[in-house]
């Protein structure tokens, strides 16, 4: 939900240069660009830690 959104809620109209938080459509890009990072950070993260697994296990033999 962005400024204009809010604004619209509670005033019945947006005034774009009070926005502090962005427009919905700007929250959205943004929030789906940094989902798609942390998902593409936990999949470095999990075959990391796969690696780590497969290297412990072969020790262990």
């Known amino acids: 939900m962005g400024d204009d959104r809010i604004q619209k ?3 019945g109209y947006a005034v774009p240069d009070s926005f502090t938080h962005g427009t919905s459509a700007q ?3 943004c929030l789906g660009a940094f989902s798609a990072s942390l998902l593409e ?3 470095d ?8 697994k497969m290297e ?6």
Not at 45 to 52: E, F, R, W
């Open 9 to 11: 809620q509670t005033r």
């Open 41 to 43: 950070s936990r999949h």
């Open 56 to 61: 412990i296990r072969s020790g262990e033999r």
């Open 27 to 29: 929250r959205v890009r």
């Open 45 to 52: 993260l999990n075959m990391s830690l796969h690696a780590l």
